[in-house]
């Protein structure tokens, strides 16, 4: 294979994945970028992926997607040759997918999902369509915006970095060429856009999820963007639609109409405006948001016959203009932005046809309104609507794919609240509103149709000035015609039209109106002429134009067909409304009309007439609206603008204009000022009105300033640089305005001096220009002019230094606010540097406290001046201001935002070489001399969480950045004396480090971050420096500073913002694109720097400085590691040498190791480098080589199980982090880590209690407290759950209560009771506390109660092995035995031990497993159940103990247990007996620790297994087949029980050998003479096999009596059968066996019984029940028996029966041969599923009972006599699982009231209480029957005794026990 280089670099984005095919392959996945560096015939390719380049492969070529690329400056990057928006989106693109990846699998936030997913997909369709070029640059731009705005909210929502754009490009932002507080002021700007737009998207989603929306509209400009879809009307005509908006309250239109054209067919007239059919509705405003409906009124003319639906005929009329109906819609809510519309969207509009021709649309519209329900029959207007904001130009630029030029433009009818400059209008609107007409010679009423025509005054027709409607069109006409109502005296058709008439004609044009009758056939109707006609001027006689509003019109009577054009002169004569009618007096007639104005129904006087005109009774009405930006109805403004004509009006002109409305003197504001100025530059010398010119501009300039006219600013400056003339006006303006400031104190220049300040700037501008145009022909009075600018700031300097008056504190105030705003315009004529220092004067006079806010402010302004720019006017003010801003930052509390501002504002400028003339580093130091040190105080007083916080910040930053060495030298060298210099560097250490522990930034403010993380680096090389300079000798060092800078140091290397492994992808490749530094190195070597310079002071810092030097080393970077580790040794060799040792730095190491290891830091790869380095340096000296490495491999091994602890910490299995805990916490013990065993025994405890462990917490918790003494001495070190205490004595208390506490709640009473008793020893022989010795006891006593009364599970106990290498190495391949939690049987713990190790193979066998499973990968878990050994106390042997009591040690403080499994030897032989080869694999396993303790499992250290023969295992059968048996006849007995199933069952299987086989087999495996003779050593275990079997007898016989007692019906035959059997198996066994002893049960009539006082009654009272098995009599054990528990379900028999345990359900003692008189040991093992009767067999068979030969030699005679009181009802079967209660009471024949001792053990646990135990006592021959239901049951009999010569002791009598 020929490789071949690539010529150019080539970048590739992998389109499929890659599974290597060889190692050399390159693996890839979708997604990943590719250097391709070499090429193979174009199929292969070698290169790395990106931004990695640590592993180079080969690839196929189709596997990629190549991109132009280019090599990027020095560093080499391939990058691509895309523009950057794009690569930021494709890099954007690979993180959010990452993420979205995560979010899939974790579904941890559905919405997000979506949301992101959606977002995802957005930004791969721009970005398709930005890479593919087609985009105009003008879209590309908005689109790069779109894309910033969507990937920063993504950002955000991810939790991602914010980043700060370029505002032109959307590019990132270099934060190197920004300053500091610019990159804070941009990451302001896009936190603010991010936060809106998580705002919006939070109000959208409320909209969606409420019926009525709340979000209103922001903009107080918008406009109504609305197509019209469709028109489904049966009308069978032509049609106009009119559409408009409209005001329902006012119950008038507010725009103008839009018309569409509509055929008879169904279709527009025009078929290519089909789907063209738009219209804007613009102008619209705040006004309109507040109006309370909005309607979208459709309107419907029918343009045809005069009757609808009559056949069509010429001799009909046509062409007529008739209403026919409505539609009407509400958009409230569309206009007000509570609901989303899109232009797609449809809405429907329901038709409302008229009435009848009694009906207009005007009360049609209202009814529509009005009506909840619409039968429109599908008759309606289909539109769709959308609001856009903005103006009608800003529309034009923002949507056009909406909106074009040639979109029709309905305005709104009157001005918009903002006039735009060059907006000229000549409008007129006219609304035909009604008429009265009368029939005069009709005989009904008149058809009347209105034509309007706009005519001049000589009676000629305007020409196309009149526009019905906006349309597509954009047509006008010569004259409007309205539509017509059938018959109606009253017509009302409110139908608005525009006039447009040129300015020039306005003047002398009317409007004429003219009625006609039309008539429904068309003869008659071409026969009609106009009967009537009535007229408005538009002009009134003053010069104003026609007053808006309505207008009752005169109607006069044509006496011609027709007018002709000499006719206007005629009716002209004539008042044309009823308002001229009162002045009227030409013409022929004198006499004047009277009249009502307000009337409707117009009344006339006598009639006016004129030459073929004459009044009519009827009447007209019209209303009109100017909008003319040219004509005005003001008088007083028309009487100044022609002050020449009116000078005797000249005051009072001036005067009203100051009352005139603000948008008529906007209107004319170029006249206007021109006016003003003419009238002051009339005469130079007459100053006559000056002042009221001078206030006139004021007012002018005051409103323009106002919100409304704010686009007006721009006419006022145009007209002052283009349209202003007088030369000579500076002087006079000048002149005015320092006499008004030198009577502020006036009450009667108050007003005129606030004026004068607010409209300062302005007033500077007219000054400035005037004296300009002057000096371009005249170079004369530039003294004069100069003196006139310093009397004005000497004036304004005096009033600021007015202290004594009030009420200069608003013109103060003004002065501050707009002295700032003349530097502009002064600065071009006046000399700067002279300009500066009467603003230093004016600063200087600023009043301190009262106005600090306003000073500030001006203080920016003067700074954002032209002035700053300049160096000499710079140095002159900067020293000023910064002076003054300290003296507010250290007074003023209340202004830190705003000097923060200011402070920031400068620095920026002086950062801003592109717009700051000369050079600012004297700049730079003379502030730094001045604010720095208050800026620092500043920051450290200041809370991180507020936004000054934050801009001190910036500003501390830009200080320094701007600060070079030079600076810094130069500041240090201003402070003086060394103390001085000391006390700099501890205040800006503690400032560095104070923000560094808590930022002043949020933490996705990455690159501000970084800029400050630059910056402070930057100072602290330079800061270091000085220290080694001044601070390092041992006179002058100062170890607070140098343990401040070592602190600080750390502090820096260890934040979280410049850990590259925490880093987001994008930010990664942003550090790696700009180069930057990895700080955490630079910094590293600058503390191993000083660390070594330090020299003879190093063993100050030892061990103070260990703990951050190994926080610092722990930083995952190799190369620092390596620098900084060395350190460790230096530290270890300094101790050494100083104090002989270095245990104080092994102590510290081992102290702070730990606490950062689990904090998080460290990996293995420390671990390796760390033995590396210290092993090497340990070797190479003299003194450390064995002791420095038994360190080193002391810290490697701790950190190795630190490490580990901290992996299993964060896992769910809480077994594992068990475990690491307990390794640990034995490490610190073996090292005599005191405080860290106890640190890790909490950690313990807090692990058990989360899983309710609570044994388990106690016991480790008891650990700690036996490492205290019960001493007074204090405490060095406060425990966070016990800091009340502050000695030992307190601390081991606390402890002891807290472990009962756990100890109660796991049911451990007995250990409790331990720690009771050490307590109360201590209160009653130490501290004397007798008040708490009470308290304890009775704790203790209550402990005691609960062992007795209270019922304990019993738990299991399991063998767990982990095979395989897939484990943990505490676990791997080793074996456990673990305590099961309470009531968990073999099934549920292997679940839950495999749910914890998912993937884990549990073992089928019990068989060890063989090698190759245990070094295989997986994880293999071998289960099964084990038995506990009982290590029986010491102090119970030879006791009769309460089996509630002992049993608690069969399950607690064990360490053996046992496991036995069947096998055979040898081959199977067919036929052969399998009892005579059944063998018992019996293991037995020890583990470490006692169980329960610290743990809930512990390793098994020994393992021993032995077997158990086939004799012997028939030999425990056999014993446990008769203790069963035994047992089930005394819980029979004892309790009554009625369900004989249990009995039938067992007695079933033991009387019939056909079930399980008898002892049959036993009889033929051992019980022959063959097998003595082959194994003669089991002669013993064969005679004990028999005698068991001999025993069986009366044990049968026995109960089959008490099954006889208890048998319903059903069963009776199968009992006869069993009692068959018996009868055959009795006599074979005698004949075989012998006889042995019956059970003999004698119930005796008890006597007076005994009473014993219990504090709580017992669950189970039983008789006195003596057993004396001898010959010849003895006595009982004469301690009373303790109480029977009651008993517990799920008890389970134990699968070890303790072959050659000494104990015997007889008895314990030897038991006599009956027939050959030897002795042997009867070993049974008592049958824990009996719980009752084991405690009867522990107090009744105890060893105490004698066996002795009967008298006549015969067999023994076994006894058993109880006696029994009353019986009782039985327990309901409802709680038939409860502990049984049996109604006897409890009499017995005792000497002793004692009850036995309590037993005392170091560990254990609670345990289930057993089964019934067997109970060999003889039963009565024969049982009384039940008691007769009318017979009482007799009273207790006294108990029988067999005492020899003595007869039975008094006793007294035993209470009742009480109900449970």
Known sequence: MVWTAIPKPKYGVAVYNYNPQQDCHLKLSIGDTVHIVEQYEGVWYRGCI?????????????????????????????????????????????????????????????????????????????????????????????????????????NKLL????????????????????????????????????????????????????????????????????????????????????????????????????????????????????????????????????????????????????VHREPDSKKMTGGLRRAFGVAVMDITNIVKGQEECEEEKQHFIPFV??????????????????????????????????????????????????????????????????????????????????????????????????????????????????????????????????????????????????????????YNAHLLFTFRHRSTFDNKDKQEKPFAMAFARLMRPEGTTLRDGVHNLIVYKMEAKRLDSYDAKKYLTLPSSKDEMDGFSGGTHSKRASFSP?????????????????????????????????????????????????????????????????????????????????????????????????????????????????????????????????????????????????????????????????????????????????????????????????????????????????????????????????????????????????????????????????????????????????????????????????GIMERDEEEVEASGALLAEILRLLRDKQHVQGPTKPDVYNLAKILLRSVIRKVIRLPRDSKSAGRYVACLISFLRQMDEAHYDAYLKNLGFKIDIMDFLMEIFTMFSDLIRKPAYRSDWVAMIQVQNNTFMHAIKIFTKTLSKQFLDNESFEFGLWKNFFHLGVAFLTQDSIQVEKLSLNRRQVVKKWGERDLRCVMGFEIRTMWFNLGQHKIKFIPLLVGPILEMTL?????????????????????????????????????????????????????????????????????????????????????????????????????????????????????NRTEMYVRYLHKLSDLHQECDNYTEAAFTLLQHARLINWSDEPLKVKYKRFEEATNHRQLKEAIYYKVIELFESGKMWEEGIKLCKEMALQHETETFRYDDLAKILKRQALLYEKITSELRPEPEYFFVGFYGQGFPTFQRNRTFIYRGKAYERLGDFTNRILSMRPGAIRMTTTAPPSDDVKESSDMHIQIYSVVPIMEEPAYFKGKSIDDQIKNFYKVNDVQKFQYSKPFRKGPKIPGENEFGTMWLERSTFKISTKLPGILRWFEIIQTQ?????????????????????????????????QDVRPLTLKLSGVVDARVMGGITNY??????????????????????????????????????????????????????????????????????????????????????PVVRNMAKPRPESILSITSN?????????????????????????????????????????????????????????????????????????????????????????????????????????????????????????????????????ATGDYGNLPGDEEILRKHEAASPGPVPPNKKPPPPLPVKRQDSGSGPAPKKPMRPPKSP
Not at 111 to 118: A, E, Q, R, V
Not at 135 to 148: E, F, K, V
Not at 1518 to 1535: C, E, L, S
Request: charge should be neutral.
């Open 50 to 154: 990106l931004p990695e380049k640590t592993k180079k492969g080969v690839f196929p070529a189709s596997f990629v997607h190549l991109k132009d690329a280019r090599i990027d400056g020095d560093r080499g990057l391939v990058v691509s040759s895309e523009p950057p928006i794009v690569q930021e989106v494709t890099h954007v693109l690979r993180e959010w997918g990452m993420l979205w990846k995560n979010l899939y699998k974790t579904r941890t936030d559905p919405p997000l999902l979506h949301k992101i997913m959606d977002m995802m997909g957005d930004l791969i369709e721009v970005r398709r369509r930005v890479v593919s070029g087609t985009l105009p640059a003008d879209q590309l731009t908005r689109t790069s915006h779109m894309i910033a705005g969507v990937v920063d909210f993504g």
């Open 159 to 306: 939790g991602l970095d914010l980043q700060i754009r370029n505002p032109e490009t959307c590019q990132a932002a270099d934060t190197s060429q920004l300053s500091a507080v610019e990159a804070f002021r941009m990451h302001e700007e896009a936190t603010e856009k991010v936060e809106c737009r998580i705002y919006e998207e939070r109000q959208r989603q409320l909209q969606q999820e409420k019926e009525h929306p709340t979000q209103s509209r922001k903009s107080h400009i918008f406009s109504l963007f609305v197509t019209v879809r469709n028109f489904v009307c049966s009308i069978g005509e032509d049609a106009d639609v009119f559409m408009s908006l409209y005001d329902a309250k006012a119950s008038k239109y507010i725009s103008e109409s839009y018309f569409v054209q509509w055929g008879g067919q169904g279709l527009p007239r025009n078929l290519e405006m089909l789907q063209h059919m738009k219209v804007i509705f613009t102008d619209l405003g705040s006004s309109e948001l507040q109006l309370e409906k909005i309607y979208l009124v459709c309107k419907i003319i029918r343009i045809g016959r005069m």
């Open 353 to 506: 046809g008229l009435t009848g021709d009694s009906e207009n649309l005007q009360q049609c519209v209202t009814r529509a309104i009005t009506s909840v329900r619409i039968d429109h029959k599908g008759q309606g207007v289909y539109v769709s609507i959308k609001p856009l904001n903005g103006d009608l130009k800003t529309i034009l630029h923002d949507y056009q794919h909406l909106v074009d030029r040639s979109t029709p433009v309905a305005r709104k009818m009157g001005f918009p609240e903002i006039i735009m400059p060059g907006d000229i209008r000549n409008d007129l609107y006219v609304t035909i509103c009604q008429g009265e007409f009368e029939k005069m010679h009709k005989s009904s009423h008149k058809n009347v149709e209105v034509t309007m025509n706009v005519c001049t005054d000589n009676g000629s027709v305007i020409p196309m000035v009149i526009c019905m409607a906006v349309s597509e069109e954009d047509k006008m006409d010569n004259e409007y015609r309205s539509h017509i109502y059938y018959q109606n005296k009253t017509p009302k058709w409110m139908e608005h039209v525009k006039v447009r008439i040129p300015i020039e004609d306005f």
């Open 598 to 886: 307000g009337s409707h129904a117009l009344r006339g006087g006598s009639n006016l007439r004129v030459d073929g005109f004459s009044q009519l009774r009827d009447s007209f009405q019209v209303s009109t609206l100017v909008c003319s930006t040219k004509l005005t109805q003001n008088v007083d403004l028309l009487g100044l603008l022609k002050w020449k004509s009116q000078k005797e009006n000249l005051e009072r002109n001036l005067k009203s204009l100051m009352k005139v409305d603000g948008e008529e003197v906007v209107k004319f504001l170029q006249d206007t000022l021109d006016a003003l100025f003419n009238i002051m530059m009339e005469n130079p010398d007459d100053c006559t009105y000056d002042n009221l010119v001078f206030d006139a501009l004021v007012y002018i300039i005051m409103l323009v300033a106002e919100k409304k006219f704010f686009h007006f600013h721009a006419v006022l400056d145009s007209y002052i640089q283009e349209h202003f003339f007088a030369r000579l006006a500076y002087g006079k303006l000048t002149k005015v305005l320092i006499q008004y400031l030198k009577s502020s104190t006036e009450n009667a220049y108050l007003d005129k001096v606030k004026n004068s300040l607010r409209a300062l700037e302005y007033i500077f501008q007219f000054i400035v220009r005037s004296r300009i145009l002057y000096q371009q022909t005249d170079d004369k009075g530039t003294d004069d002019f100069e003196n006139g600018i310093r009397s004005v700031f000497y004036t304004i300097n005096e009033m600021m230094t007015n202290k004594e008056s009030k009420s200069l504190v608003i013109q103060q105030a003004l002065a501050m606010k707009n002295v700032p705003s003349v530097i502009k315009q002064v600065i071009t004529i006046f000399s700067p540097v002279e300009l500066s220092k009467l603003l230093q004067s004016f600063i200087q006079c600023i009043p301190t406290e009262p106005l600090n806010r306003q000073k500030i402010t001006c203080m920016n302004d003067i700074v954002k001046s032209d002035l700053f720019v300049i160096p000499e006017s710079r140095k002159i003010l900067l020293a000023e201001i910064a002076t003054s801003l300290r």
């Open 1115 to 1231: 930083t995952p970077e190799n190369e620092l590691r390596k620098a900084t580790i060395p350190i460790f040794f230096d530290m270890m060799q300094c101790e050494l040498h100083s104090q002989g040792n270095f245990k104080q730095f092994e102590n510290e190491m081992i102290t702070k190791l730990d606490v950062h290891v689990e904090g998080g830091k460290g990996d293995r790869a420390y671990q390796d480098i760390f033995y590396d380095i210290m092993s090497d340096w340990c070797k190479k000296h003299q003194f450390l080589k064995t002791t420095g490495l038994e360190f080193v491999n002391l810290v490697v091994k701790l950190f190795g199980r630190l490490l580990d602890y901290r992996d299993i910490i964060r896992d769910e299995n809480r077994d594992n982090r068990m475990s690491c805990t307990v390794n640990l916490l034995n490490f610190y013990r073996d090292i």
């Open 1505 to 1537: 297994t032995i077997e158990i023969s086939p004799i012997e295992n028939a030999v425990e059968t056999m014993t446990n087949i008769n203790t069963d048996i035994r047992a089930m006849v005394v819980r029979y007995i004892k309790n009554n029980i």
């Open 1563 to 1648: 009889e033929k495996a051992f019980l022959t003479d063959s097998y003595l003779e082959e194994c003669p050593e089991d002669a013993v275990k064969v005679a004990h096999l028999k005698d068991l079997i001999a025993m069986q007898v009366p044990i049968l016989e026995e109960a089959l009596r008490v099954h006889t007692e208890f048998i319903s019906e059903e069963i009776r035959p199968l009992h006869n059968s069993m009692i068959a059997s018996f009868a055959d198996f009795k006599v074979y066994i005698v004949k075989t066996y012998g006889t042995k002893p019956p059970l003999v049960v004698n119930r005796l009539q008890p006597s007076t």
């Open 1669 to 1801: 098995l001898s010959y010849g009599g003895g006595l009982l054990d004469p301690t009373p028996p303790p109480e029977i528990p009651s008993k517990r379900p799920n008890s389970r028999p134990s699968p070890n029966p303790g072959l050659f345990r000494s104990q015997s359900i007889i008895s314990q003692t030897s038991i006599g041969d009956i027939t050959t008189g030897p002795s042997y040991v009867v070993p049974i093992k008592p049958n824990r599923r009996s719980k009752p009767s084991d405690w009867f067999n522990n107090n009744f068979g105890g060893s105490n009972t004698s066996l002795e030969k009967t008298n006549g030699g015969g067999s023994a005679v076994i006894e058993l006599k109880e006696e029994l009181t009353p019986a009782r009802p039985r327990r309901p079967k409802s709680r038939s699982d409860l502990p049984q209660m049996l109604p006897q009471r409890l009499i017995g024949a005792f000497t002793s009231k004692k009850p036995p001792p309590l037993p005392m053990k």
